[in-house]
């Protein structure tokens, strides 16, 4: 049934980019913080928000593939609706990624910054709210269709 394909690859793509984005961002955030311990400076806990920052991609995806279900259910062919909108999600989370991993060399360096960092973080988030969104409200009309 490729149903079940469409759900599992929603769920997965959005998770391949969290993956991605929060090791991305995450092995920024340690070489900051190498380079602050090697200059005898405070080190931000703050960089772990930058680093988690494309995990929640992954609930995106997760939000929808429930909501696929009912689709898949009834026998409708959702692959391509989980591929997409998985893709989209997860180059949301991905490219959010480099921004944080931007966002904490920037912030290593100077210690300045956490609140234009996150709003840039923010924006590229919304790509991945707006597809879930739109796709949430077109699945509605799809069952009750």
Do not use: H
């Not at 991945?128 to 009750?144: D, N, P, R, S, T």
């Amino acid at each position: 049934m490729t149903g079940d394909l469409g759900l599992g690859l929603v769920l997965g793509l959005a998770g391949l980019g969290s993956a991605a984005g929060a090791g991305t961002a995450g092995m920024a955030a340690i070489g900051a913080w190498k380079k602050n311990y090697s200059q005898n400076k405070p080190a931000a806990f703050m960089l772990v928000a930058f680093a988690a920052a494309p995990l929640t991609q992954t609930i995106y995806g997760f939000i929808v593939m429930n909501r696929m279900v009912e689709l898949a259910v009834l026998g409708n062919d959702v692959w391509g609706i989980g591929a997409f909108c998985g893709a989209a999600i997860g180059f949301s989370a991905y490219f959010q990624g480099k921004c944080a991993a931007c966002a904490c060399d920037a912030m290593g360096e100077t210690g300045k910054g956490f609140g234009n960092f996150m709003i840039i973080l923010g924006l590229t988030e919304t790509v991945a709210l707006l597809v879930m969104a739109f796709i949430l409200g077109i699945l509605g009309q799809l069952a009750v269709a």
